[in-house]
């Protein structure tokens, strides 16, 4: 069973990681770069995740062939979206609430390693209701 505690040290983990990756390389790259540097960091912490993981649309009770991925699936629990843009908007909150609902995720994180600092201006976290 998926406890609160569980999700919020996995969360403080995942944040963790992406502080360190934004420390070494810093602002300015390619959203493609700090993805594959998070999942070697990911890896490192010994945490499982799915990347680039095909995201399944169930329409009227029957899977349809749409190419929705969401960048990481970490412990099968907390769906991890990355950016790097000046400024998340409503549309990026959607696209992860979206996939919360979809992957029936307790908990989400957007990620923009466009920042200064990713635990104060680079993350936002969501809860499935």
Known sequence: MITQKYLDELT???????????????KGLLESVYHQCLK?????RKLNFFTEMKVPIIYKNKELSADLRCDLFV???LV?????????SGL???Q????????K?????IINFN??????????TFVNE
């Open 12 to 26: 403080y983990e995942v944040i963790g990681a992406a502080i360190e990756v934004h420390k070494i390389i810093g």
């Open 40 to 44: 070697e960091e990911l890896t490192q």
């Open 80 to 88: 991890v979206e990355l950016k790097t843009f000046a400024e998340i």
């Open 105 to 109: 995720a307790p908990k989400g994180i």
């Open 96 to 103: 992860l609430l979206t996939y919360m609902k979809l992957l």
């Open 115 to 124: 920042c200064f600092n990713i635990f104060k201006e680079g993350q936002k």
């Open 75 to 77: 412990e099968n629990c």
């Open 92 to 94: 990026h909150h959607a």
